[in-house]
Every structure is written in structure tokens, then in C-alpha cells.
């Protein structure tokens, strides 16, 4: 065992696993030589291969033996936190291991290039301060999944590192519940479908994602979508996405020729909409400014009890204003 007390090694850094440290973990390990650090962040230092065993490079699980010589390249420092932000949060529910919160449309979920401040994260740690998971590295406190910034709905936040890793695994094992309403072109046919599509990212746009098969950034990617209203020329859509891709919904909608109302990146339409658009007997009111997509419902089992838990989300104001107007000045189609 090497003394752990002096958190200021050079590197780079080289020792030799002894006899007590046997059949460690590897991220375990560089816990105790680098308690400076997360574990999160030294995972993140294996993964980019900034740590070698026996010169070779490791998965994180990789369960040391007696001699082997572990190196370590660099590690870099942290970044700071989220700035602690007295944004209002609507929550849902609350106990002792976790929150769900009804993130508005607008509001990105944790700290990024050009999103600095006005996060879901700078809210959360105003809020709830260090009573948040550190599973997610410091720039993500208790964040264990995210909606994109102009999707608005239910997330879960946990609020200690074992309920972050069972939070995770239930995403991870696809047991969680996932339902999304939201307003698309054109009206399906059928009452229900599902499409099944692999997901990759897109050969020419960097930000966007798209069908690929038989591409290496590709994944498998299951929506089921349910019809719950149509209109002359749009419906508003339940769907059910069993996977959880990268943009998956907007994705697979737009591909099956329904995409998203406003959705920028996808709808290929405009970014806004007014009353005037969607009815004959509207005016130009702008009523959604960001893709009509709400995560309406989320089903989990609480980590602790194994209990389940299910939150909803009503919808938010933009949304309803658009199914109002389109309620009043459409034709229902049934």
C-alpha cells in the first residue's frame, strides 16, 4: 500500500501493485493513491488511456495482480462545479436518495461550451448545495440522464452516489419508463406503430444524428408511438421510446414522416409558429418557439426500497396553446 497523504504527485507516476492491493478494482486503486480526485474523474483518465498497467491499457473493473506495475501519465484537474443559481425548480417529488424535476423548455441541463450559466445544474446546486451525487463528475451533480435544452419535462436527479449508480443501471437495463407527448406534421395512419431503426451520427452535420446501419457510431433503436389526437394536418403523438439514443424521437419521427413542430435540427420547417399557421381563423400570436416535445412520464423503482415510483409533468403552456388553436380552428379528424 502507498501512502495516500500527499495529494500533490508528480507526474508522470509509476508503482508497483503489493500484496494487500491484489484483486483491486483498477479505479479503486487510483482512489487511494489520488484522493484528490473522483473516482468518476479518474474513470474518465482510464478510459482516455492516461493509465497503463504493465504498459498496457485497462477497463476501469480490471482487477489488479500482485506486481504489476501501474502508470499514470497525467491526470488533469477537475473542472469547477456548477455556479450555484437561485433559479425557481418545479418539483415534482422528493425523499431522502432523489428528486424529479419538471425541466422547462429552454434550460440546459448541466454545463457545456456556450452554456455556462442558467443550467439545470447551477439550479440544482443552489437548491440542494453538496446533498447531490458526485457519480457524474463535478460539472453534472446528481445528474443522471438529461433532456435536451428545449425539451421540456421530467428528470431524475439523485442525490447521493449509490442512488446515481442504481438510477444509472435501471437506464442502462432499460427498465425505466419513458413516455413523451409531443406535436408533429402530417397524420399518421395508423393509431400505433413502432420503428425500429439504428442510430448513428450523421455523415456531414456534426451536431445531428441520423438512420445509420453498419456504421461504427451506430446503435439499435426502438420507438413505439401511439396516435392521441389527429388534426387536419398535424397530431399530437404519445411515444414510447424503449432505447435511449441521442435525439432518439425526433430521429425516428422525422424518418417515419412525421417530425417534430419547430424542431430546428430535424423538422426541416420553421423554428417558430404562429396562431395563423396552425388555423384558418388564427392570427399572427407566436405560440411555440422550440420543438413541441415534453417528457411527460417517468416510470422508475425507488434504489433504496424497490419501490415503484412514477412522476408526471403536465404540459407546458406552449404546447397547449398549440393544441388549443388547433382544436379550435381544425377539423378533428377521427
Not at 7 to 30: C, H, I, N, Y
Not at 165 to 178: G, M, N, P, W, Y
Not at 179 to 206: F, K, T
Amino acid at each position: 500500500m502507498i501512502d495516500s497523504s500527499d495529494e500533490s504527485r508528480a507526474f508522470p507516476f509509476a508503482a508497483a501493485v503489493d500484496a494487500t492491493d491484489a484483486g483491486k478494482r483498477l479505479d479503486a486503486w487510483l482512489v487511494a493513491q489520488f484522493p484528490q480526485f473522483s473516482r468518476s474523474h479518474l474513470q474518465r483518465a482510464i478510459d482516455a488511456g492516461l493509465v497503463l498497467v504493465g504498459g498496457e491499457r485497462r477497463k476501469t473493473a480490471y482487477k489488479l495482480l500482485v506486481g504489476e506495475v501501474v502508470e499514470v501519465q497525467s491526470i488533469d484537474a477537475p473542472r469547477p462545479g456548477p455556479t450555484p443559481q437561485a433559479i425557481p425548480l418545479s418539483i415534482l417529488y422528493e425523499d431522502d436518495d432523489l428528486v424529479a424535476v419538471d425541466k422547462p423548455a429552454g434550460m440546459v441541463v448541466h454545463p457545456a461550451k456556450g452554456h455556462w450559466e442558467g443550467t439545470l445544474a447551477s439550479a440544482l446546486a443552489h437548491h440542494f448545495g453538496s446533498q447531490l451525487s458526485s457519480t457524474g463528475g463535478p460539472t453534472r451533480p446528481g445528474i443522471v440522464h438529461r433532456l435536451d435544452r428545449d425539451t421540456s419535462g421530467v428528470l431524475v436527479v439523485a442525490k447521493h452516489d449509490q442512488a446515481h449508480d442504481r438510477l444509472a443501471a435501471q437506464f442502462k437495463d432499460r427498465t425505466v419508463e419513458k413516455e413523451y407527448w409531443c406535436i408533429v406534421h402530417n397524420v399518421p395512419d395508423r393509431d400505433a406503430d413502432v420503428i425500429d431503426a439504428p442510430i448513428g451520427a450523421h455523415p456531414h452535420q456534426r451536431e445531428r444524428m441520423a438512420i445509420r446501419a453498419d456504421h461504427t457510431t451506430s446503435r439499435p433503436a426502438l420507438t413505439k408511438y401511439e396516435v392521441i389526437e389527429r388534426f387536419t394536418r398535424f397530431a399530437l403523438v404519445r411515444a414510447l421510446p424503449k432505447t435511449g439514443r441521442t435525439h432518439q424521437i425526433r430521429v425516428h419521427l422525422t424518418y417515419a414522416g412525421y417530425p417534430i413542430l419547430c424542431d430546428r435540427l430535424y423538422g426541416a420547417r420553421a423554428a417558430q409558429v404562429t396562431a395563423r399557421e396552425l388555423s384558418s381563423t388564427g392570427d399572427d400570436t407566436v405560440l411555440l418557439t422550440r420543438q413541441a416535445l415534453h417528457a411527460h412520464r417517468l416510470k422508475i423503482t425507488q434504489p433504496r426500497t424497490g419501490e415503484p415510483l412514477e412522476f408526471k409533468a403536465p404540459l407546458p403552456p406552449d404546447m397547449l396553446a398549440v393544441i388549443h388553436c388547433l382544436r379550435a380552428g381544425n377539423r378533428a379528424v377521427r
